[in-house]
């Protein structure tokens, strides 16, 4: 399974449109959204996708109950904290915005979940902690350079792309 991961996006909408062409592109089958999403219409944008979509809300993500009917408008999986996106093959994908050190660090130590993606540092990350890959796409703003990830879960691959 290929899955777009992006974060940070601050309302940035025309970055996030570039981001899910290059999802595209990647055919990938789901996108994640970190958190920090900025706006009902980047949650429209990531609704638009070719792919299921999931987004947590972030810490400068402060009106929850617009972006929640946003989300739903738009068919797209919307958790305040955490949310999972299921493997298919009876594991799931986690994510969660990052800004709540023990909420991260309680899903990276549990090792429940093979991948946690987060973001609020806008600064890619690929790790292993133990058993668990830690996976940060890094930002659409604020960044010197602005990227997304996709994750092949297959061939257990990540690649960081740049978005102009």
């Known amino acids: 399974m290929k899955i777009g991961i992006v974060s940070d996006t601050h309302g940035q909408a025309e970055r996030l449109r570039e981001a899910m062409e290059l999802f595209r592109v990647?055919?990938?089958?789901?996108?994640?959204?970190?958190?920090?999403?900025?706006?009902?219409?980047?949650?429209?944008?990531?609704?638009?996708?070719?792919?299921?979509?999931?987004?947590?809300?972030?810490?400068?993500?402060r009106n929850i109950p617009a972006l929640s009917a946003a989300a739903a408008r738009h068919a797209v999986h919307f958790a305040g904290d955490v949310v999972e996106l299921p493997l298919g093959d009876g594991r799931n994908l986690v994510a969660t915005h990052g800004h709540d050190a023990a909420i991260?660090?309680?899903?990276?130590?549990?090792?429940?979940?093979?991948?946690?993606?987060?973001?609020?540092?806008?600064?890619?990350?690929?790790?292993?902690?133990?058993?668990?890959?830690?996976?940060?796409?890094?930002?659409?703003?604020?960044?010197?350079?602005?990227?997304?990830?996709?994750?092949?879960?297959d061939a257990d691959t990540v690649e960081h792309l740049i978005v102009s």
């Open 104 to 153: 991260l660090g309680e899903l990276i130590g549990g090792a429940k979940f093979p991948y946690v993606c987060h973001g609020h540092t806008h600064k890619r990350r690929d790790e292993r902690v133990g058993a668990v890959r830690v996976i940060n796409p890094g930002a659409l703003f604020n960044a010197r350079v602005h990227t997304v990830a996709v994750l092949d879960t």
């Open 26 to 61: 990647h055919a990938v089958d789901a996108v994640v959204h970190c958190g920090d999403v900025g706006s009902e219409r980047c949650v429209e944008l990531l609704g638009s996708a070719d792919a299921e979509a999931w987004l947590v809300a972030g810490n400068v993500d």
